[in-house]
């Protein structure tokens, strides 16, 4: 079927808002798991995931890691300002130079309450590593779908990565109706989680643990991994008739020679009659 017949309306199904949980299970792996095989669907758990999937394939997991992008200041008035960061403003040729950056950076930001942002620069104090620290918002731009954020601290010899990993709260998808506690800086990360830049998780990933892994590896199915930076296209509301004007958010991603050359022989035997999933 071709893009500009299908339709977002295809796509509209009611989810309650008791359907969706609000915190994780205590064992990652005790999530349900969708099965549908010749016709049928049937449900299982995470942990058993191994039993569907061919031996001697290949798994490719994304090792990008979620930054605390959900940044909040206060005012003197009292009113909250929220700063979201979204991605790097400057070049994005490397999210780890980026993210090592010492004194300030720009970023690609949603700002909540920015009407109440009238002039002059957000400030935020903090504590870290027993100094005492000054994180400064300062509004560059505005773009039609964001605006563009200046970020700047002092002492300036931390890392960005130091200062969002402290001033900044976890980006909860906006489906999550409560505030993000201590728990989901790890439980809203997959364990082989590496890689900072991501605004949301690559969420079929968050329920893989040791055990499973271990399960793949007793069956020889193999693993490569990838990065790439899950952006804001993952939430942005689909406002189009069709899936053909639905313009696709890009993202940030790094192959390595290695994982390309994994694939390629996969695809090869997967051509010679080798199921590979």
Known sequence: MHPKDISILDYTYSLP???IAAIPLPQRDDSKLLIYQAGSIQEDRYKNIAHYLPSN???VFNNTRVIQARILFQKSTGAVIEIFCLEPY?????YSSIMAKKEKVRWKCLIGGAGKWKEGPLVKKLTIQDSNATLEARLVEKLPDAYVVELSWQPGHFSFAEIIELA????LPPYIKRKPDEADKERYQTIYAKHDGSVAAPTAGLHFTPTIFSTLSQKNISTAYVTLHVGAGTFK???AATLLDHEMHAEWIDVTAAGINDLLQNITSAAKGTLIK
């Open 237 to 239: 509301p689909v406002k």
């Open 90 to 94: 400057e070049t994005m040729n490397e």
């Open 168 to 171: 900044g709260d976890t980006p």
């Open 57 to 59: 394939s290949l798994l």
């Open 17 to 19: 808002d008791n359907r």
